[in-house]
């Protein structure tokens, strides 16, 4: 019964499932208890009433492990975005609406964001120790939070039903503060479209998003009461995980200057309350 592909990551593929399903199949290599941890945040998530689809059983296909969840019709708002870019306000106004809903949900049982973000700090090989340590010094001093935060919310992971918005792609949930989710969500739009192919098609893309961005944020803040220097605070270490997470070396290169400026940021201001 397995369809077409649907989408590819970095971690998994989707394929379809006959007309109910989707299957969510994690690439080879992957660690073995991935798939089964996914199932189990995505289970608690919608459990809680969050707008998320079903699980609905482990499985495997091809010696690959995947979660099996149900179908939600609808296009995911990025490639809502490549077709109507006219819409860019207005569609951004909705994603910082579902955000902020999304924020004040309350899941028991979740990783605590704080500890998830430090040991993904302490795994990346490309920073220096010193960046390393700035990094989480600069956690340390951040609030740890008890709302539901999606760790990985951008408009690829929010598909438009009928019925209304759907999140996917659960498995980096956490507790912790909503304005280190938006600070996630801000790095994403900023620096993620570095991996497209330069050209005039990436400086339409990059203005396009600028657009989002900026609507995004100043939708979310008028709706939360959430200041932009909340999520400000947040940079540091919010860049310093992104590159735990394999990305393109033109990324790469410009996540490194950043957590690099950042630190001496940092460093300038403690210096000067001394």
Known sequence: MQGPLFARGATAE?????DRYVLKLFLAGRPPGQARYE???????????????????????????????????GPSMDKLLERE????????????????????AGVPALPAQRELLSLRIRAVPLLPERLKQAALVALER????????????????????????????WENATSGDPA??????????RYAHLSQPAGVARVAMRAGIGLFGAA?????CRLTGVAPAQMAAWRLPVAAVRLSEGVGAEEQDALLQLVAHLCENDR???VNRV
């Open 14 to 18: 989707v394929f379809a499932w006959g």
């Open 39 to 73: 199932a189990s945040i995505g289970a608690l998530i919608h459990a809680a009433g969050v707008a998320a689809p079903a699980v609905v059983a482990l499985t495997e296909a091809g010696g690959r492990r995947g979660v099996m969840y149900e179908r939600v019709a």
């Open 85 to 104: 870019p006219w819409r860019a306000v207005p569609l951004a106004q909705r994603f910082a609406a579902t955000h902020a809903a999304l924020h004040r």
């Open 142 to 169: 951040l609030p740890a939070g008890a709302a539901l935060c999606h760790g990985d919310f951008h408009p690829g992971n929010l598909l438009l039903a009928s019925s209304g918005p759907v999140i996917i792609d």
């Open 180 to 189: 280190a989710d938006v600070a996630r969500t801000l790095l994403l739009l």
């Open 216 to 220: 995004y944020l100043r939708h979310y």
């Open 268 to 270: 300038r201001m403690a």
